[in-house]
């Protein structure tokens, strides 16, 4: 996100409302009050979101993606700046898209931690479209935090920003959901060092089986938010480049915890080479996906200049067999802290306060 600051806008007098509650209101007209582990797309009605004529400004366009476009805003409401992101014009006719893109607040809304920014409000624009609003981050993407500091400038920095990725996947995982697109782009760097990653739109609950506890890891209850039957079956989820061979089988219960660890492994594989895990054309690239070819990927990091033990930390995130890959993404963030060379605060310190946040 580009650095610019804050513009200054006119207080305009409001009556004064709970903004909790009214968070709360907007986002119960998804699916209403009750629950259900199947519902399908057809009940999510986006014309029933409020509609806020006028009181957010679209600023400069951040990003484009398949499902939508975020842009720096201005709540007139409230006088502050923050990132909206709209569904695209083209996506309104799709169900199962409108559906992705409502599921992505319901998940959104129910996470309280640091490294995942909070979503302020859901609705429709003055056009009709539906968006989300969420706090805006001053940062820079870890692809630009890359370039601008490359591996071997300082590496155990870069590392320690992809161990704070990793303890926020692993508070998700608590919570038994996937984010199934983990890519250097998903991952914000602020001014000061903090991590935050973004972009849940492809994020999937687990269902609860018998032998997991109600509560994750952090002590929280797990994810509520129902499971659509959306159309996952057969469709390749995520982004080629940094896609675990799972996720492109298009079998939509063959994803798992590991998935997002072979995701984060070809994020280290990145800040470790400087490239995606996968190059080429799509259709090439799509077929060494699906048979798990990372010979390429394999050859660049055992050329580059990070420790054997690093490397190898990396490999073992991209294997095909999910026995040899780290058990968890907390395991991960572990194994890569060991190979760091200058004695830093202990991670363990960072695990506890992103799982216990005040």
């Known amino acids: 996100m580009s650095d610019q600051q804050t513009p200054k806008t006119e207080l305009i007098p409001v009556t004064p409302i ?5 968070s709360e209101m907007a986002l119960e007209t998804l699916l209403g009050t009750e629950l259900h582990p199947h519902i ?5 009605d986006w014309t029933r979101l409020p509609l806020c004529d006028g009181r957010y400004e679209l600023g400069e366009r951040i990003a484009s993606g398949g ?5 720096v805003a201005t709540d007139k409401m409230l006088s502050r700046r923050v990132a909206i992101k709209v569904l695209r014009r083209d996506k309104l006719s799709d169900p199962t898209a409108v559906a992705r893109f409502l599921q992505e607040a319901r998940i959104h809304a129910q996470f309280h931690h640091p490294g995942i920014p909070p979503l302020h409000d859901v609705g429709r624009l003055p056009d009709g479209r539906p968006f989300l609003a969420m706090k805006y981050i001053r940062s820079r993407t870890l692809t630009e935090k890359i370039a601008e500091s490359p591996p071997a400038t300082d590496l155990d920095e870069l590392l320690l920003l992809f161990e704070q990725a990793c303890f926020i996947i692993e508070y998700a995982h608590a919570k038994r959901v996937l984010h199934r697109d983990l890519t250097p782009n998903n991952v914000l760097v602020s001014d000061k060092g903090r991590v935050q990653v973004v972009d849940w739109g492809l994020a999937k609950v687990l269902m609860i089986t018998p032998r997991n506890e109600s509560t994750g890891l952090d002590g929280t209850t797990q994810m509520s938010v129902p499971n659509l039957n959306l159309t996952d079956e057969g469709l390749a989820m995520g982004t080629p480049a940094y896609m675990a061979p799972e996720f492109a089988s298009g079998s939509a219960d063959s994803a798992t915890e590991l998935s997002d660890v072979f995701g984060l492994g070809s994020i280290l594989c990145f800040i470790l080479t400087g490239q995606p895990l996968y190059a080429g054309q799509l259709t090439s690239v799509m077929k060494r996906v699906k048979a798990g070819d990372v010979t390429q990927a394999f050859e660049r990091l055992d050329e580059c200049s990070a420790p054997k033990e690093l490397v190898n930390v990396a490999k073992s995130c991209l294997s095909n067999d999910l026995a ?3 058990k968890s993404a907390h395991a991960l963030a572990e194994a890569v802290a060991k190979t760091r060379t200058t ?4 991670n363990r310190s960072w695990w506890t306060r992103f799982f216990n946040p005040t």
């Open 67 to 71: 499902m939508g476009t975020l842009y």
């Open 343 to 346: 004695d830093r605060k202990s």
């Open 40 to 44: 399908n797309e057809a009940t999510w």
């Open 324 to 326: 040899i890959r780290p």
């Open 18 to 22: 709970d903004r909790a509650s009214l």
